[in-house]
């Protein structure tokens, strides 16, 4: 938790995908028929309802379209073993804003590749392998649910967690029993002044300018030969530092640590997939004015039947707490003079999708939420209600 000191006085990389993406495009339409290139889209409008509190724009007591998401991917292969492969997306995202992005921007060297094996490098804008959903958090069409677990991926972290400008080297080992793959990774997170608000939005004040960031993680996952089970161990350890104006004439450096763990399992039976994951965090927050900590924990549990090929439902409990030390929330309302139940969400969700052939699929879901801890400050400017629930309904094409 946050306590403060006594007061002192005191990219070219996105061009350069967005160009590569643009090309591979161009040779798509001139091309049709060479088989070393492929494109894809994905297109999400969604609207939702909540009975108090916003979530993704002034849903109160209202319905809200501000949830959309457009992405257009492209992939080259440029030797036998050197593939280029990039997306741009346009997001909106309520009071947030609406904004369009390179979304990961990478040349994949694979140096072995055989029967038994597979051993490469990424570089570029990697998407950061954080349990069974960062990497396609943006794709409805690879979960059940609209929205992907809020305690585990939470929007507000969205832009720190996603991808990262660096290197990432992987290995799949390919035995009877199953797949083994182990990912290491190390890069600059894509953050701004922006999303260091979002994500630390109890501290008061504002962030002027960013100057060092870095994170460095990886991943080992098993996947069964039969595709029952999945297994997955994550890690990822961050450094952000940033200069803080609590006030007109006061401005300190912050220093910023922050390691996360997450353990993912995932069974697959006949219709049924049961998911879970439990991730905890410590982190930690220095500077002239302030010293403290945060100690998160996250985990859900998911249950999802499907019926045929286009009928499916799920159910979730959902849980979040933004100081594991302090699950009631007492000392973090003393200490953000926010009120208890701030620091944390328990979610209930319920929903339904429909598969409209391979390429469009409709959802519906229900949310009863007891707390508050995962949704946006810029979207709630006024004082949270505990109690509340949310309705939701998402279209979803790719191509």
């Known amino acids: 938790m946050i306590r403060y000191r006594s007061l002192k006085s005191s990219n070219k990389l996105g061009a350069s995908a967005l160009a590569l993406i643009a090309a591979i495009a161009s040779n798509t339409s001139a091309h049709a028929d ?18 108090d509190n916003n979530f993704y724009g002034d849903s109160d007591d209202d319905a809200s379209l501000k949830f959309t998401e457009v992405s257009l991917n492209a992939s080259a292969r440029l030797l036998p073993n050197l593939r280029a492969s990039g997306q741009v997306l346009y997001r909106q995202a309520g009071a947030q804003g609406e904004s369009g992005d390179v979304d990961y921007a990478i040349l994949d060297y694979q140096y072995l590749a055989n029967s038994t094996a597979v051993a490469g490098i990424r570089v570029g804008r990697y998407k950061m392998p954080i349990g069974l959903y960062n990497e396609t958090r943006d794709v409805a069409f ?36 199953g797949q083994w ?53 994550s890690r990822a350890e961050a450094n952000i530092r940033f200069e803080h104006r609590m006030m007109p004439g006061v401005t300190t450096d ?25 991730g905890h965090m410590d982190a930690t927050l220095d500077s002239d004015y302030f010293v403290g900590g ?44 926010r009120d208890t139940f701030s620091n944390f969400a ?36 006024n004082t949270p209600v505990r109690y509340w629930s949310m309705v939701s309904m998402a279209f979803s094409y790719r191509f």
């Not at 649910?145 to 809020?150: E, N, T, V």
């Not at 953050?191 to 994500?199: A, C, E, F, L």
């Not at 912050?254 to 439990?278: F, G, H, K, P, R």
């Not at 969700?349 to 801890?373: K, Q």
């Open 34 to 51: 060479d088989t070393h290139w492929q494109w894809h889209g994905v297109l999400t409008q969604g609207i939702t309802y909540t009975s």
């Open 294 to 337: 945060l100690h998160p924990l996250q985990y859900y549990v998911q249950v999802n039947r499907r019926f045929g090929n286009q009928w499916s439902i799920y159910s979730r409990y959902d849980n979040l707490y933004w100081d594991r030390h302090d699950r009631s929330g007492d000392r973090y309302a003393r200490l953000t003079n």
């Open 346 to 381: 328990h979610d209930y969700g319920l929903g339904v999708r429909y598969d409209i052939g391979d390429n469009a699929m409709v959802s519906t879901e229900y949310h009863y939420i007891d707390g508050a801890a995962w949704l946006s400050a810029v979207d709630n400017i």
């Open 181 to 233: 793959t182990i990912e290491i990774d190390g890069g600059r997170p894509r953050i701004d002044k922006d999303g260091i608000k979002t994500s630390l939005n109890f501290l008061p004040g504002e962030v002027d300018n960013i100057g060092s960031r870095n994170v460095f993680g990886g991943r080992i996952m098993y996947q069964s030969s039969d595709g029952r089970w999945v297994a997955a161990l």
């Open 142 to 177: 690879t979960r059940p649910s609209i929205f992907a677990p809020q305690s585990t991926y939470p929007d507000t972290y969205r832009d720190l967690e996603l991808s990262s400008d660096g290197l990432l080297l992987y290995t799949d080992i390919f035995t009877d029993g």
């Open 254 to 278: 912050v220093d910023t640590d922050l390691v996360y763990w997450l353990a993912s399992l995932q069974c697959n039976i006949n219709q049924w997939t049961i998911t879970a994951e439990y």
